[in-house]
Protein backbone atom coordinates (compact mmCIF):
# COMPACT_ATOMS: atom_id res chain seq x y z
CA UNK A 1 0.00 0.00 0.00
CA UNK A 2 1.15 3.23 -0.84
CA UNK A 3 2.34 6.16 1.74
CA UNK A 4 2.53 9.46 1.09
CA UNK A 5 3.50 12.26 4.21
CA UNK A 6 3.84 15.70 3.08
CA UNK A 7 5.99 18.55 4.88
CA UNK A 8 7.38 21.85 4.19
CA UNK A 9 4.20 23.75 4.31
CA UNK A 10 3.84 27.38 6.12
CA UNK A 11 3.48 31.03 6.30
CA UNK A 12 5.10 33.50 3.85
CA UNK A 13 5.11 36.82 2.62
CA UNK A 14 4.08 37.04 -0.98
CA UNK A 15 7.73 36.93 -3.16
CA UNK A 16 8.94 34.27 -0.98
CA UNK A 17 9.89 30.85 -1.16
CA UNK A 18 9.01 27.28 0.37
CA UNK A 19 9.82 23.70 -0.45
CA UNK A 20 7.21 21.03 0.23
CA UNK A 21 8.39 17.21 0.69
CA UNK A 22 6.85 14.12 -0.10
CA UNK A 23 7.87 10.97 1.40
CA UNK A 24 6.81 7.90 -0.41
CA UNK A 25 7.01 4.39 0.81
CA UNK A 26 5.08 0.94 0.23
CA UNK A 27 6.30 0.12 -2.54
CA UNK A 28 8.69 0.45 -5.70
CA UNK A 29 7.77 3.52 -7.60
CA UNK A 30 9.97 2.62 -10.83
CA UNK A 31 6.54 3.18 -13.02
CA UNK A 32 4.98 5.82 -11.36
CA UNK A 33 4.45 9.47 -11.66
CA UNK A 34 3.99 11.31 -8.58
CA UNK A 35 2.01 14.64 -8.82
CA UNK A 36 1.55 18.02 -6.31
CA UNK A 37 -2.42 19.37 -6.01
CA UNK A 38 -3.88 21.51 -4.28
CA UNK A 39 -7.10 22.44 -3.10
CA UNK A 40 -7.97 26.09 -1.88
CA UNK A 41 -11.30 27.09 0.49
CA UNK A 42 -14.46 26.20 -1.68
CA UNK A 43 -12.50 25.55 -5.22
CA UNK A 44 -11.99 22.34 -6.71
CA UNK A 45 -8.53 20.61 -6.27
CA UNK A 46 -6.53 21.31 -8.73
CA UNK A 47 -3.42 20.23 -10.42
CA UNK A 48 0.18 22.05 -9.54
CA UNK A 49 2.61 19.97 -10.81
CA UNK A 50 3.78 15.64 -11.74
CA UNK A 51 6.95 14.07 -12.62
CA UNK A 52 7.65 10.67 -13.73
CA UNK A 53 9.57 8.51 -11.27
CA UNK A 54 11.53 6.75 -13.76
CA UNK A 55 12.19 9.34 -15.95
CA UNK A 56 12.30 12.85 -14.49
CA UNK A 57 9.84 14.18 -16.96
CA UNK A 58 7.66 16.86 -15.68
CA UNK A 59 4.41 18.64 -16.20
CA UNK A 60 3.38 22.19 -14.68
CA UNK A 61 0.05 23.93 -14.86
CA UNK A 62 0.26 27.00 -16.76
CA UNK A 63 -0.52 29.06 -13.27
CA UNK A 64 3.08 27.83 -11.71
CA UNK A 65 5.12 27.44 -14.89
CA UNK A 66 8.34 29.13 -14.18
CA UNK A 67 7.91 29.87 -10.51
CA UNK A 68 7.65 26.14 -9.20
CA UNK A 69 9.70 22.83 -9.44
CA UNK A 70 9.23 19.45 -9.15
CA UNK A 71 12.14 16.65 -8.62
CA UNK A 72 12.58 13.65 -6.78
CA UNK A 73 15.56 11.75 -4.88
CA UNK A 74 14.93 8.02 -5.84
CA UNK A 75 17.63 7.11 -3.17
CA UNK A 76 15.69 9.14 -0.66
CA UNK A 77 12.01 7.64 -2.00
CA UNK A 78 11.10 11.90 -1.79
CA UNK A 79 9.54 14.61 -4.40
CA UNK A 80 9.60 17.76 -3.90
CA UNK A 81 8.23 20.82 -4.99
CA UNK A 82 10.41 23.63 -5.05
CA UNK A 83 7.97 27.05 -4.56
CA UNK A 84 9.48 30.53 -5.71
CA UNK A 85 8.01 33.73 -6.33
CA UNK A 86 4.90 32.93 -4.29
CA UNK A 87 1.80 34.98 -4.55
CA UNK A 88 -1.76 35.21 -2.45
CA UNK A 89 -3.57 33.02 -5.03
CA UNK A 90 -1.30 29.94 -4.20
CA UNK A 91 -2.66 29.64 -0.82
CA UNK A 92 -3.65 26.15 -0.46
CA UNK A 93 -3.89 23.14 1.06
CA UNK A 94 -0.87 21.24 -1.25
CA UNK A 95 -1.52 17.42 -1.87
CA UNK A 96 0.57 14.95 -2.63
CA UNK A 97 0.01 12.15 -5.25
CA UNK A 98 0.57 8.95 -6.38
CA UNK A 99 -0.32 6.91 -9.51
CA UNK A 100 0.57 3.63 -11.63
CA UNK A 101 1.47 5.03 -15.14
CA UNK A 102 2.60 8.12 -16.88
CA UNK A 103 2.28 11.42 -15.90
CA UNK A 104 -1.31 13.16 -15.97
CA UNK A 105 -2.57 16.13 -14.57
CA UNK A 106 -6.00 14.64 -13.52
CA UNK A 107 -6.57 14.20 -10.31
CA UNK A 108 -9.14 11.99 -11.00
CA UNK A 109 -6.34 9.58 -12.17
CA UNK A 110 -4.38 9.86 -8.81
CA UNK A 111 -5.32 6.46 -6.58
CA UNK A 112 -3.07 7.26 -3.58
CA UNK A 113 -2.96 10.59 -1.77
CA UNK A 114 -1.08 12.48 1.15
CA UNK A 115 -2.96 14.24 4.05
CA UNK A 116 -1.71 17.54 2.77
CA UNK A 117 0.00 20.72 4.15
CA UNK A 118 -1.04 24.02 4.58
CA UNK A 119 0.80 26.67 2.34
CA UNK A 120 -0.56 30.16 2.82
CA UNK A 121 1.14 33.37 1.40
CA UNK A 122 0.47 36.93 2.64
CA UNK A 123 0.26 39.79 0.53
Known amino acids: QVQLVESGGGLVQAGGSLRLSCAAS????????LGWFRQAPGKPREFVAV????????LYADSVKGRFTISRDNAKNTVYLQMNSLKPEDTAVYYC????????????????WGQGTQVTVSS
Open 51 to 58: ISWSLGST
Open 97 to 112: AAREGRPVPYPTSYAS
Open 26 to 33: GRTFSNYA
